[in-house]
């Protein structure tokens, strides 16, 4: 049974939408030139461009990371109004679900969770344990891009906060792109920016944060995939720590 708590979108603007076979040249040549137009804009000026773009058609997921809280501070001021969610796997830190809240209490934004078919209960009676453990990738494949996928079909465009110096994955990523994996736009307003600026940007403007990032915690996810790392350590050192694997597969490139 799907457990979930958010709406349908709005109804759809009148932008026109990418073809649901795939994009179009013209729709590859408008997102390009849009990219490299945007490249020098500030992410106010790119969000509010994807809001202009897309309307209701837009939406944006967030994990809550320090990138996500400060689109929500801009957004919050554009298009309040826009389908924001997080895919609540069932294995979040207490703090991050408390970060929803503080979100909500000063901007008035909504996140909407966006659950997997199963509770964790289920899911590690089916599986005879916890997954995150012998088999990560599935995990984050019936936790997390099962639930993705759903989400962005019913939109044409999302957008979401990563930048392109947090690892070599998403170096390539540009502000603007059609999003193969999933069939949608995809926007980055703060892919060329670093992490000393993102944080700048938070101090001065007081967004709200995960407190974890204090202890140590760099980049936050489930868990039991993340730990706080080391002075010197790679940013995502945290993140499925002694594995291999170094994304859950939502911003992997095909
Ligand atoms: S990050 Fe870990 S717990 Fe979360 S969905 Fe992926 S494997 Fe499962």
Redesign the pocket.
Known sequence: MAQTDSPPPASPSTARPPSPAGPDSALLAELAEASQRLETAEPEAIIGWAVERFGSRLTMATAFGPEGCLILHWLAGIAPETFVFNLE?G?QFQETLELRDRIRDRYGLTVVYEHPETTVEAYERQHGG???RTD??R??G???ITVIRRVLSRFDAWMSGIRRDQSPDRAAAPIVGWDGKFGVVKISPLANWTKAMVWDKIVREEVPYNPLHDKGYVSI??????RAIAAGEDERAG??SGTAKTE?GLHLRE
């Open positions: 796997t294995y916890p997954l995150y990560p990738t995990c984050c019936d936790r997390k996810g489930c868990w039991p995939c993340t993140r499925w859950c």
